[in-house]
């Protein structure tokens, strides 16, 4: 079992930048591929990016790509999310997940998610 507990969320106007945090509890959070999603309000949540077992791999959809920076520690059992330029299409829940094995873009192979951290961005 993994519990995963994202914070870093706020407020920030338009080319601004925010971290998130997402901290794992358990002892098997090397093992785990993790990924980031959002989710605006109406819309369906979609993949944001996701991280291998490993720092190595990384993968971003197109929108943040170059603004956007998944990491991990895994001394820490945390991933982060590195969030510049940011703009107001980027508002959004924030929702960090865990799968066993490596990183997926696809929301419905992940086993663990946390409860969200809102990213708001203004004008």
């Known amino acids: 079992q993994v519990q995963l507990v994202e914070s870093g969320g706020g407020l920030v106007q338009a080319g601004g930048s925010l971290r998130l945090s997402c901290a794992a509890s358990?002892?098997?959070?090397?093992?785990?591929?993790m990924g980031w999603f959002r989710q605006a309000p109406g819309k369906e949540r979609e993949f944001v990016a996701t991280i291998g077992r490993s720092d190595t791999n990384t993968v971003y959809t197109d929108s943040v790509k170059g603004r956007f920076t998944i990491s991990r520690d895994n001394a820490k059992n945390t991933v982060y999310l590195q969030m510049n330029s940011l703009n107001p299409d980027d508002t959004a829940v924030y929702y960090c997940?865990?799968?066993?094995?490596?990183?997926?873009?696809?929301?419905?192979?992940?086993?663990?998610w946390g409860q969200g951290t809102q990213v708001t961005v203004s004008s």
């Open positions: 997940a865990a799968r066993y094995g490596g990183w997926s873009w696809n929301s419905y192979e992940y086993n663990f």
């Open positions: 358990g002892r098997t959070f090397s093992s785990c591929g």
